[in-house]
């Protein structure tokens, strides 16, 4: 073989005959493709990363060619590097690359396994297994090649565990065992060859050694994980135990079945010769993953949707489906979001996913080790977006959609979707025209697909006009359509052009309704309503409805619930593409300023409206041109921004790019207590953090100092606490400077709480001290009743339970005279708290329901979680821990849709307790060690103290030694934090001395 890259990089049976860093990179790259053109930016990425120099290309040019003069030298042809237009490539046959030679021979076995000729697909599995000389291209740090590299040592890790299991069955347990042994030992998560080894060993009579394994596994799960291993181990675990194991091959771990496939559409059209040959491919060449790529409008998802349904019988064990939104308004989901999605797909608690990515991803694969599972990933971004997704598990197959060309995913069986043929895109026109008219002018209905391109999207478009126009032919729509010129050349495929429907359908409407519709291009949201389109025109909402019923007639508007309406993609990019002309310049830019406006009005009334004190006068804006508009979205209340959440964020972006700071700012803190309420802190960074540029660009410190005192917040609920307190310090600094003395009450206010999270209760008394301070005259309810909000919640936690009731019901004064429901909520919530620690169970609890229905109305979603909480302790201590757990996994959903990872943490310390309390020892055990080591990762030291407490409560009774082991750390922490606990723990340290 020329080259080797399962193992260090090997050229020409040497391993250091390519020296130089950058050319080991660039061969590793193009050998990683081998016969494929690597692009030169992505050589250029897997080089510099994210730091190329400016003569990057020169640099990559000056590599390529002393790579071509090393490989002469070494007796090889200089041309086997071939240079693209677009990137370079290396030939390379299969018998030239280990890794080509290593997938043959896999082939071959997995061949022979499933003729059932079991002694080749061993042979065939040894050879591609002695191809390895160690982990794939071993020191070539690049970024680039290391992601590609591991996925050529997970194949390794599969073709093993094949292997593995045809030499099982051929009676090999005993030759397996050193080699099963040290491969666990590396991969001790793989729940597939640890079975692999309990099983050998039990084939050989050393059942004890089997369940030791078994062990030894399920304590890492617990410390790697925070979970039990998967059923399938569990369930040979209780086999060994049985003794009636018997070796009948490796077995498969069973997996309960899922099925989350969307219904396949009925009227499917088309595709068949595709649908029959990627079938094809996937049975006889057990293609792991399928890209489907192609054009906005091609049909991608639908098709891969029949696919899925039609292979849903050979992968019995689950079909899973996820939306990645890589191309719509929606921002892409990220891996982690992606893969909680899935997980809960697959029936794993949401107490079970874990918070880090890396452990998230862990878990995904070993749930589908197993199994033999469908995933289709549909919508993809890019190829890194759903490579972090790919299953490991060698029953898998992945079916990925994206409108890019995902060449990153090496693993991938690539299929690019083309248009419809001209059979199947005249039935697509019958089935939405009618099929007798298509068959009288059959000439014409030809003429018609071919002027759309052979689109399915664009054929529905057209047959849809000709649906209702009963009395045009199809001639006339032909004539209509070879007549029309194509704003859209660059979704054209050769002579045919997408953009010829969209412009007979917008030429077809009033002037008025293609002004609407050029407008509506500027809207970046997924849906819209009325009034959003009339603030654009600057119409009355009546005239405007008559507007937008006019370009749903002519299918450049939909309309997919009453009041409602969308855009499809390519629609709104003719409508965006309309406007970017030249003499629309002064169109486009009123209607940006009329959309910006609009939204920021609303979201500045709904915020006044609400009654809350951080939402009221946020900054003095005119009168709107037109108020009824306003009023009639402002009516919506927090549902507007529920529905328009995406499209707020999207417009902060754009005011941000069309240079206008005042509103992009304004904007940003109008939609604060939405994304704060509501728990979407990501939002509200992105948001917050683009406001504050543009604060700066104004050279506005008032701004300034607003933007860093409200995005601080989102860092407090991610318990990112050194700086959410940076940003507030700060944010005091600038007010206190322009003395701005009424905003530095809510900044040292907003401080006080900080410095409580963390446990520094006296300073931030000391902040709540300087607050009040400053509040003298007449006013400030709004701003007096945060403080004491905040105010009663720290001395809550500080344990002074008398103090703060008198703070707390002072604030309930003060919320009943501004007639705030959120601060009514809050202080009876607070009020209830403290009197059930005081207590007073029974008004306690009445407190708490009251309080709960305020939080739930108003959208409250961390303090829901935490009132639940509190009545679930109430139910435990009453004696029902079952309708306790209930209540803290209710508080645990809410809290974790909030954001706040502190109050996950709290909630999941709650539910330990009542699981004690059920009698589920191990649960409550294995659920607080989890919590300390997240608590401990956000340096949340009060948490911390209570996981270890409920951990000293489990082992009590059996480890008495541990259990005072882990109080003492537990009263440690409760001391520096003045926590009420720490007399209870002091109390039981003394009894066990």
Known sequence: MRFGILGPLRVGGGDTTVTAGRDRVVLAMLLLRAGQVVPFDELVDALWEDRPPATARTQLQICVSRLRHRLADLGLPAEIIVTDPVGYGIRAGTADLDVKVFASEVEAARACAAAGQLADAGRHFRAALALWRGPALSGIASRSVRRRAQTLDEQRLAALEECVDVELRLGNAAGLLDELTESVERNPLRERLRGQLMLALSAVGRQADALAVYRDGRRIHAEELGIEPGPGLQTLHQRVLAGDLALAGADRLPAVPVRCLPRAISDFTGRQQTIARLIKEIEQEHVPVLLIDGMAGSGKTTLAIHLATRLAERFPDGQLFIDLHGHSERTPLTPAAALATLLRQLGVPAERIPLDLDDRLALWRTELAGRRALVLLDNAANADQAAALLPNGPGCLTIITSRRRLVGLDEGRPCSLPVLDVEDAVELLGRVAGGNRVADEPEAAVEVVRRCGFLPLAIRLAGARLAHRPRWRITDLADRLSGARSPLAEFAVGQRSVGDAFALSYAQVSPAAQRLFRLLGLHPGVRFGGEIAAALVDLPLLETQDLLDELVDANLAEEPEPGRFSLHDLVREYARQLLVEPDRAAERAGGLERLLDHHLYVAAAIGDRSGAAGSRGLFTLPEPSRPELVAASVDQGAAWFEENRAALTALVRLAEVEDLPRQCWQLARACWRSYFDGGHLDELIETHTIGLRAAKRLGDDAAVATMLNYLSSAFYRLARFPEAIRLMEVSVGLRRRLGLWREVWNTLWNLGGLYG????????????????????????????????????????????????????????????????????????????????????????????????????????????????????????????????????????????????????????????????????????????????????????????ARALDGIARCLRADDPAAARSYWTRALALFRQVEAPERHEVARVLAELR
């Open 757 to 944: 999270a963390v446990g520094e209760y006296r300073r931030g008394r000391e902040c709540f001290d300087a607050a009040l301070e400053l509040m003298r005259g007449p006013g400030g309810f709004g701003e007096l009743a945060n403080l004491l909000n905040n105010l009663s919640y720290t001395l809550l936690n500080w344990g002074r339970y008398d103090e703060a009731l008198r703070t707390s019901r002072r604030h309930l004064l003060l919320a009943r005279q501004v007639d705030d429901p959120r601060h009514l909520g809050n202080a009876l919530g607070h009020i209830g708290v403290i009197r059930h620690r005081m207590g007073d169970v029974e008004p306690a609890r009445r407190l708490l329901r009251v309080a709960l229905a305020l939080k739930r109305r108003s959208g409250n979603r961390f303090g829901e979680g935490e009132v639940l909480n509190e009545i679930g302790v109430m139910e435990r201590r009453a004696g029902r821990p079952h309708e306790a757990a209930a209540l803290h996994r209710e508080a645990l959903i809410a809290i974790s849709e909030a954001g706040d990872r502190i109050g996950q943490c709290a909630s999941r310390n709650l539910l330990a307790h009542a699981l004690l309390h059920q009698g589920d020892l191990p649960s409550a055990l294995d659920l607080h060690h989890r919590v300390l080591r997240d608590a401990t990762a956000l340096n949340a030291r009060y948490e911390q």
